[in-house]
């Protein structure tokens, strides 16, 4: 079984976007807006297992209106980045942890599980084609790979899809937010939850978001960019924003971060930056962290920054936090030192500027 052989079989794109219109758009990405020359798809159907692994030209998936995915929301995806280093090359970050992720995320969704191999080849087999998309290593510019699997089978019953079908499509992109390294404020959803005892938190959904949505809107509406989410049981421990995990530093010198509870998404940079801190000879404690604990603490001055991380922004420093019933913090707070050393230690690993002490980084083309 591990050693299964996969053939890939590659359809290149007759109509590749132009080189200088290319150029264009890695002059100035805007997050998941413009897309590849080309798509990796890969099908699964309960009698012949994963088969057909190719790379395709980018463009429209012909689905019958009564696949599973539409209808029951059978759903799960990755995202991790290509960056480009100094002499060409082209690499990845944690690859593996990805596809593990992926993994657990089909198991709870019932959905197969792509194996680690082809979800790695995928990667490699779809920078082969659209290599020239993955932009110069300036301004924090990269290629964000979005690997994705749904239900394609088309039935209405209520059970597990037999015809899965797992894609990955790539989109070149800049620094997430917008406005540079500013502290973000954070909406606290006190009126809903994103994920339940043994529900889906745990699992990178589609639905997770869906569910996260209603929420943002109230914090955009009030002046905020994330929102938070505490326990659904309780409604007292934080759990994560809609898509980053978070951080907080103290002054007496330890970290601490939200123990994954089976609610909270294992993020790889969370993982990563949870070593690197350690690396540094400072205690980091996964915990349950109230509300009540942090507001208290930004308040006495116990808590001295706050961040959270996430593939797509990295490392953002966390301003104010805001409900509907009280603000948090300052307004005018600077990035955190921890914040923004950990930030450039990290930025530097994936580009190559910094010593992979770890071995996180896979090369994915010369
Ligand atoms: C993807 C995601 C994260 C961050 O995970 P990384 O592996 O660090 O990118 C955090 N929370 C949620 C809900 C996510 O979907």
Sequence with gaps: MADQHYEWTVVQSTKPLADADREAILANPVFGTKFTDHQVIVTWTEELGWHDARVEPYGPIMMDPAAAVLHYGQEIFEGIK?????????????????????????????????????FVESLRQLIAVDGAWVPQPVNEKTL???????????????????????????????????????????????????????????????????????????????????????????????????????????????VATPSLDGNILRGITRDSVITLIRDRGITVEERLISLDE???????????EVFACGTAAVITPVGQLKSRLEVIGAEDQQPGELTTSLRAELTGIQYGTVADRHGWMHKLAD
Excluded at 91 to 116: D, I, K
Excluded at 191 to 201: V, Y
């Design 144 to 254: 964000y790979i979005r690997p994705f699997e749904i239900a394609a089978e088309t039935f209405l019953g209520v059970r597990p899809a037999a015809r899965a079908e797992y894609r990955v499509i790539a989109s070149p992109v800049g620094p997430y937010f917008t406005g540079g390294l500013k502290p973000v404020k954070i909406w606290i959803a006190l009126d809903s939850s994103r994920a339940g005892k043994h529900g889906t938190g745990e699992a990178k959904t589609g639905g997770n978001y869906a569910a996260s949505l209603l929420a943002q809107s109230e914090g955009y509406e009030n002046g905020c960019s994330q929102v938070m989410f505490l326990d659904a049981e309780t409604g007292t421990h934080i759990e994560e924003l809609g898509g980053m995990n978070l951080f907080f530093v103290y002054a007496d010198g330890h």
């Design 294 to 304: 942090v507001r208290e603490g930004i308040n006495s001055g116990a808590i001295i």
């Design 82 to 118: 290509a960056y480009r280093h100094q002499d060409g090359s082209i690499w990845t970050f944690r690859p593996t942890a990805n596809a593990q992720r992926l993994q657990r995320s089909a198991h709870r969704m019932a959905l197969p599980e792509v194996p680690v191999e082809i």
